[in-house]
């Protein structure tokens, strides 16, 4: 699944041990936009994040799973980020990697005598 909404708050990182060894966690706080916006905690495990991305009031696409899972009887809900990308906030677009402007200008083509063609010779 995948959702575009603003960074809201960034909660402080979790870690401990488990049986599989030393882990992280960062939750984040995601508004989404619209008519009725919902604020939705996501999880982002270990290291694999960008989190020069993470700055409150960024316009983030995050791609995440939900999962479910009992214990006790109570049901518990995750929604974990995969993939996090940065949105441009101008006018969507994705952001151009050329340093040098574009020009729509025409291509200035030289004539020499030889090859000039009068407008009588054009087939249209």
Known sequence: MQITARLV?????QGGNGKNGPW????IIVETEGQYPKKIC???WGEKHDRNLLKA???LTVSFDIESREFNGKWYTDVKAWKID???EGDGAVPSYSSEPTSCAPPV???NSESVI???DCPF
């Open 109 to 111: 083509f030289e004539s």
């Open 24 to 27: 992280k966690k960062q939750d």
């Open 9 to 13: 708050m960034i909660l402080p990182e």
């Open 86 to 88: 940065g949105v441009n």
């Open 118 to 120: 009068s407008n009588d």
């Open 57 to 59: 009031g960024a316009k």
């Open 42 to 44: 996501i999880s982002l």
